[in-house]
């Protein structure tokens, strides 16, 4: 079944560690991005990548780090200068749309990542 | 950077009632997609859209695509209480990536 995966569903992260959560789709689509979501809050865009090897800061990248080796796989490393790392950190894939075709972003089920 | 208005940011629904809600823009986009999002899973998508003035419907979710291209409209009628949620708007132009709104949180009157 084409789909985009995120892993592990809950993760718990001592102050000052960094940790890495994992993104992988095969959906074939280009671009790969990823959203934190505090409770009852909307989404914010942290990095985005429309091409391997190439990824942009979104609004909130700060503490966060990100690489685009294959087409497939996005992961997020959140590091120790995060300094509120906890949060649901979702993945989503889409198309670059270029004029022709659907341009539906799906997303993964989401990682629950909580500092002890 | 683009930004995207949803309203409205929460509201209270009644079993049976219709619900309305909508997202505006400064620029113009050419993809309108409606999402939902239940407690602690990823945002599902409802409906897409990709022509100004288009009408598209999925059971009781119709949503529009405004023909300013500028904005879209989401429509629930006859709210059931698993409607319960946040619905996300998303617009893309050409080239770009996805923006999204923050969301409408949609909440059971008890």
């Known amino acids: 079944d084409g789909g985009i995966t995120q892993s592990p569903k809950y993760l718990f992260r001592k102050e000052g560690q960094n940790v890495t959560l994992s993104c992988e789709q095969n959906l074939n689509h280009d671009a790969m991005y990823w959203y934190r979501q505090d409770p009852g809050q909307g989404l914010r865009l942290i990095y985005y990548?429309?091409?391997?090897?190439?990824?942009q800061k979104g609004d909130i990248a700060e503490g966060y780090s990100v690489s685009r080796e294959k087409k497939e796989s996005f992961p997020l490393t959140v590091t120790s200068a995060q300094k509120n790392p906890t949060a649901f950190y979702l993945c989503?894939?889409?198309?670059?749309?270029?004029?022709?075709?659907?341009?539906?972003?799906?997303f993964g089920q989401g990682t629950r990542l909580t500092v002890v | 950077g683009q930004q995207l208005n949803q309203s409205p940011q929460s509201m209270f629904i009644q079993e049976g009632e219709d619900v309305s809600m909508n997202c505006t823009s400064s620029s113009i986009f050419n993809t309108w997609l409606w999402y939902k999002q239940d407690p602690g899973e990823g945002p599902v998508l409802l409906i897409a859209l990709y022509k100004a003035g288009e009408l598209t419907s999925n059971g009781r979710l119709t949503a529009q695509f405004g023909i300013t291209r500028k904005d879209s409209f989401l429509n629930i009628s006859a709210s059931i209480p698993s409607d319960v949620g946040i619905y996300f708007c998303?617009?893309?132009?050409?080239?770009?990536?996805?923006?999204f709104g923050a969301g409408t949180i949609l909440r059971v009157k008890s």
């Open positions: 990548s429309q091409i391997v090897n190439d990824f």
């Open positions: 998303a617009g893309q132009r050409y080239g770009n990536k996805l923006v």
């Open positions: 989503a894939s889409s198309i670059v749309w270029q004029g022709a075709g659907n341009t539906e972003a799906f």
